[in-house]
Protein backbone atom coordinates (compact mmCIF):
# COMPACT_ATOMS: atom_id res chain seq x y z
CA UNK A 1 0.00 0.00 0.00
CA UNK A 2 2.87 2.49 0.82
CA UNK A 3 4.22 1.66 -2.47
CA UNK A 4 1.02 2.63 -4.17
CA UNK A 5 1.18 5.59 -2.30
CA UNK A 6 4.73 6.65 -3.36
CA UNK A 7 3.83 6.15 -6.87
CA UNK A 8 0.30 7.73 -6.96
CA UNK A 9 1.77 10.63 -5.02
CA UNK A 10 4.82 11.54 -7.80
CA UNK A 11 2.34 11.24 -11.01
CA UNK A 12 -0.42 13.78 -9.44
CA UNK A 13 2.11 16.36 -8.66
CA UNK A 14 3.34 16.34 -12.19
CA UNK A 15 -0.85 16.76 -13.34
CA UNK A 16 -0.86 19.98 -11.15
CA UNK A 17 2.61 21.63 -12.55
CA UNK A 18 2.10 20.55 -15.91
CA UNK A 19 -1.76 22.01 -16.33
CA UNK A 20 -2.63 18.38 -17.29
CA UNK A 21 -6.61 18.29 -17.85
CA UNK A 22 -8.40 16.75 -15.05
CA UNK A 23 -11.34 13.66 -15.76
CA UNK A 24 -14.18 16.11 -15.32
CA UNK A 25 -12.59 18.22 -18.17
CA UNK A 26 -12.09 15.65 -20.24
CA UNK A 27 -15.43 14.02 -20.12
CA UNK A 28 -17.34 17.99 -19.95
CA UNK A 29 -19.88 17.59 -22.60
CA UNK A 30 -18.35 19.77 -25.88
CA UNK A 31 -19.82 23.65 -26.33
CA UNK A 32 -22.52 24.34 -29.28
CA UNK A 33 -20.34 25.29 -32.70
CA UNK A 34 -23.30 26.34 -34.22
CA UNK A 35 -23.66 29.53 -32.00
CA UNK A 36 -21.33 31.74 -33.44
CA UNK A 37 -21.59 35.59 -33.71
CA UNK A 38 -22.59 34.90 -37.59
CA UNK A 39 -25.77 32.47 -36.58
CA UNK A 40 -26.29 34.62 -33.22
CA UNK A 41 -26.72 37.97 -36.11
CA UNK A 42 -28.70 35.78 -38.05
CA UNK A 43 -31.19 34.93 -35.06
CA UNK A 44 -31.64 38.44 -34.57
CA UNK A 45 -33.06 39.44 -37.80
CA UNK A 46 -35.22 36.36 -37.92
CA UNK A 47 -36.61 37.40 -34.85
CA UNK A 48 -37.13 41.16 -36.04
CA UNK A 49 -38.97 39.44 -39.09
CA UNK A 50 -41.12 37.58 -37.33
CA UNK A 51 -42.56 40.17 -35.30
CA UNK A 52 -42.80 42.28 -38.19
CA UNK A 53 -44.39 39.63 -39.39
CA UNK A 54 -47.11 38.88 -36.75
CA UNK A 55 -47.80 42.72 -36.07
CA UNK A 56 -50.83 43.29 -39.00
CA UNK A 57 -52.69 39.97 -37.50
CA UNK A 58 -52.02 41.07 -33.51
CA UNK A 59 -55.92 41.91 -33.04
CA UNK A 60 -56.96 39.11 -35.14
CA UNK A 61 -58.22 36.68 -32.61
CA UNK A 62 -58.40 33.94 -34.73
CA UNK A 63 -54.94 34.42 -36.22
CA UNK A 64 -53.95 34.13 -32.06
CA UNK A 65 -52.88 29.54 -32.76
CA UNK A 66 -51.13 30.48 -35.65
CA UNK A 67 -48.91 33.43 -33.85
CA UNK A 68 -48.36 30.73 -31.45
CA UNK A 69 -47.42 28.01 -33.51
CA UNK A 70 -44.87 30.15 -35.40
CA UNK A 71 -43.14 32.38 -32.05
CA UNK A 72 -42.66 28.19 -30.60
CA UNK A 73 -41.29 27.10 -33.65
CA UNK A 74 -39.06 29.77 -33.90
CA UNK A 75 -37.66 28.68 -30.58
CA UNK A 76 -37.18 25.15 -31.11
CA UNK A 77 -35.37 25.62 -34.17
CA UNK A 78 -32.86 28.20 -32.06
CA UNK A 79 -32.71 25.61 -29.51
CA UNK A 80 -31.70 22.94 -31.26
CA UNK A 81 -28.40 25.36 -32.39
CA UNK A 82 -27.65 25.52 -28.75
CA UNK A 83 -27.64 22.24 -28.16
CA UNK A 84 -23.79 20.51 -26.84
CA UNK A 85 -23.47 18.59 -29.82
CA UNK A 86 -24.41 20.85 -32.68
CA UNK A 87 -21.88 20.41 -35.41
CA UNK A 88 -20.05 18.35 -34.22
CA UNK A 89 -21.38 15.50 -37.02
CA UNK A 90 -20.33 14.15 -40.06
CA UNK A 91 -21.32 17.85 -42.07
CA UNK A 92 -19.91 19.92 -39.28
CA UNK A 93 -21.89 22.86 -38.21
CA UNK A 94 -22.43 24.61 -41.76
CA UNK A 95 -25.11 21.71 -42.37
CA UNK A 96 -26.46 22.71 -38.81
CA UNK A 97 -27.03 26.40 -39.70
CA UNK A 98 -28.75 25.20 -43.10
CA UNK A 99 -31.19 23.31 -41.64
CA UNK A 100 -31.72 26.22 -39.11
CA UNK A 101 -32.40 28.73 -41.80
CA UNK A 102 -34.61 25.90 -43.93
CA UNK A 103 -36.38 24.90 -40.81
CA UNK A 104 -37.25 29.35 -40.27
CA UNK A 105 -38.08 29.94 -43.80
CA UNK A 106 -40.51 26.49 -43.91
CA UNK A 107 -42.55 28.41 -40.56
CA UNK A 108 -42.76 31.81 -42.17
CA UNK A 109 -44.37 30.77 -44.92
CA UNK A 110 -46.90 28.47 -43.12
CA UNK A 111 -47.32 31.17 -40.71
CA UNK A 112 -47.90 33.74 -43.87
CA UNK A 113 -49.80 30.80 -45.61
CA UNK A 114 -52.31 30.54 -42.86
CA UNK A 115 -53.17 34.37 -41.67
CA UNK A 116 -53.64 34.93 -45.58
CA UNK A 117 -56.50 32.45 -45.54
CA UNK A 118 -58.12 34.03 -42.13
CA UNK A 119 -58.10 37.47 -43.65
CA UNK A 120 -59.47 36.41 -47.16
CA UNK A 121 -62.15 34.47 -45.19
CA UNK A 122 -62.88 37.71 -42.97
CA UNK A 123 -62.96 40.31 -45.83
CA UNK A 124 -65.32 37.69 -47.54
CA UNK A 125 -67.54 37.53 -44.96
CA UNK A 126 -67.61 41.16 -43.62
CA UNK A 127 -68.85 41.82 -47.48
CA UNK A 128 -71.58 39.69 -47.53
CA UNK A 129 -72.87 41.18 -44.49
CA UNK A 130 -72.41 44.65 -46.14
CA UNK A 131 -73.63 43.86 -48.63
CA UNK A 132 -77.13 42.39 -46.98
CA UNK A 133 -77.49 44.75 -44.29
CA UNK A 134 -76.66 48.06 -45.62
CA UNK A 135 -78.22 48.37 -49.51
CA UNK A 136 -81.45 49.74 -49.25
CA UNK A 137 -84.10 51.00 -51.63
CA UNK A 138 -82.02 54.27 -52.82
CA UNK A 139 -84.14 57.84 -53.28
CA UNK A 140 -83.53 58.42 -56.57
CA UNK A 141 -83.12 62.64 -57.27
CA UNK A 142 -83.13 63.65 -60.70
CA UNK A 143 -78.86 64.72 -62.19
CA UNK A 144 -78.12 64.22 -58.81
CA UNK A 145 -76.15 61.66 -57.06
CA UNK A 146 -78.17 58.73 -55.06
CA UNK A 147 -78.30 59.19 -51.56
CA UNK A 148 -78.38 55.79 -49.76
CA UNK A 149 -77.98 55.17 -45.71
CA UNK A 150 -74.68 54.79 -46.49
CA UNK A 151 -73.57 58.00 -47.80
CA UNK A 152 -72.46 59.48 -44.72
CA UNK A 153 -71.07 62.89 -44.95
CA UNK A 154 -67.87 62.60 -43.16
CA UNK A 155 -65.89 65.52 -45.11
CA UNK A 156 -65.16 67.49 -42.00
CA UNK A 157 -64.45 64.61 -39.86
CA UNK A 158 -60.28 64.97 -39.41
CA UNK A 159 -58.15 61.51 -40.01
CA UNK A 160 -56.00 60.05 -37.69
CA UNK A 161 -52.03 59.52 -38.99
CA UNK A 162 -50.73 55.39 -38.87
CA UNK A 163 -53.56 54.27 -41.81
CA UNK A 164 -52.08 51.68 -44.01
CA UNK A 165 -52.56 48.18 -45.67
CA UNK A 166 -53.38 45.35 -42.64
CA UNK A 167 -54.59 47.92 -40.23
CA UNK A 168 -58.18 47.82 -38.87
CA UNK A 169 -59.52 50.62 -36.79
CA UNK A 170 -62.15 52.83 -36.24
CA UNK A 171 -59.62 55.39 -38.32
CA UNK A 172 -60.11 53.18 -41.43
CA UNK A 173 -63.36 53.38 -41.07
CA UNK A 174 -63.36 56.88 -40.77
CA UNK A 175 -60.90 56.87 -44.33
CA UNK A 176 -63.43 54.51 -45.88
CA UNK A 177 -66.42 57.00 -45.28
CA UNK A 178 -64.70 59.68 -46.66
CA UNK A 179 -63.19 58.26 -49.56
CA UNK A 180 -66.68 57.21 -50.31
CA UNK A 181 -67.80 60.79 -50.21
CA UNK A 182 -65.11 62.52 -51.77
CA UNK A 183 -64.58 59.74 -54.76
CA UNK A 184 -68.84 59.73 -55.02
CA UNK A 185 -68.82 56.30 -54.98
CA UNK A 186 -72.43 54.29 -55.64
CA UNK A 187 -73.72 51.92 -52.88
CA UNK A 188 -71.72 48.63 -54.66
CA UNK A 189 -68.65 50.68 -54.45
CA UNK A 190 -68.81 51.80 -50.89
CA UNK A 191 -67.17 49.07 -48.09
CA UNK A 192 -67.00 50.15 -44.63
CA UNK A 193 -65.69 47.14 -42.92
CA UNK A 194 -62.88 48.70 -40.78
CA UNK A 195 -60.25 46.85 -42.58
CA UNK A 196 -57.87 48.70 -44.48
CA UNK A 197 -57.56 46.24 -47.46
CA UNK A 198 -57.39 45.88 -51.36
CA UNK A 199 -60.42 47.56 -52.26
CA UNK A 200 -59.34 50.65 -49.70
CA UNK A 201 -55.49 50.97 -50.87
CA UNK A 202 -57.37 51.16 -54.41
CA UNK A 203 -59.58 53.95 -53.28
CA UNK A 204 -56.63 55.55 -52.06
CA UNK A 205 -55.12 55.37 -55.14
CA UNK A 206 -57.75 57.23 -57.01
CA UNK A 207 -58.12 60.09 -54.51
CA UNK A 208 -54.13 60.77 -54.78
CA UNK A 209 -54.63 60.78 -58.89
CA UNK A 210 -57.82 62.71 -58.94
CA UNK A 211 -55.79 65.36 -56.49
CA UNK A 212 -52.68 64.95 -58.40
CA UNK A 213 -50.29 64.10 -55.48
CA UNK A 214 -49.20 61.13 -57.83
CA UNK A 215 -49.49 60.37 -61.47
CA UNK A 216 -50.67 56.90 -61.53
CA UNK A 217 -50.86 53.65 -59.37
CA UNK A 218 -47.10 52.82 -60.20
CA UNK A 219 -45.66 56.02 -58.82
CA UNK A 220 -44.31 55.98 -55.31
CA UNK A 221 -46.33 56.27 -52.31
CA UNK A 222 -49.16 55.13 -54.54
CA UNK A 223 -51.82 53.19 -51.99
CA UNK A 224 -50.38 54.90 -48.47
CA UNK A 225 -52.09 56.81 -46.49
CA UNK A 226 -49.13 59.86 -46.04
CA UNK A 227 -48.48 63.07 -45.31
CA UNK A 228 -49.40 64.53 -48.34
CA UNK A 229 -52.59 62.25 -48.47
CA UNK A 230 -53.44 62.81 -45.14
CA UNK A 231 -53.46 66.55 -45.76
CA UNK A 232 -55.41 66.30 -48.65
CA UNK A 233 -57.80 64.72 -46.97
CA UNK A 234 -58.46 66.40 -43.65
CA UNK A 235 -58.85 69.80 -45.94
CA UNK A 236 -61.56 68.45 -47.41
Known amino acids: MRKQTLIILPIAFFALAFGLPSYAATTAPPTSKCVTASTKATYVNMMARMQKDILPYKELPAASAAIKTYQDNMDVAWEAMQQPYCGYGKYGSASAVHSYKKNVERTRNTFLAQVKKLVAVKITTTSKIATTTEVKPAVVIPEKKIVTPTAIKTTAVRLPSGLARGVKSSGVTLLQQKLADVLNLSAAETLVT?????????????????????????????????????????AL
Open 194 to 234: GYFGPHTETLVIRFQIKNKIITDKNSPGAGLVGPKTLAALN
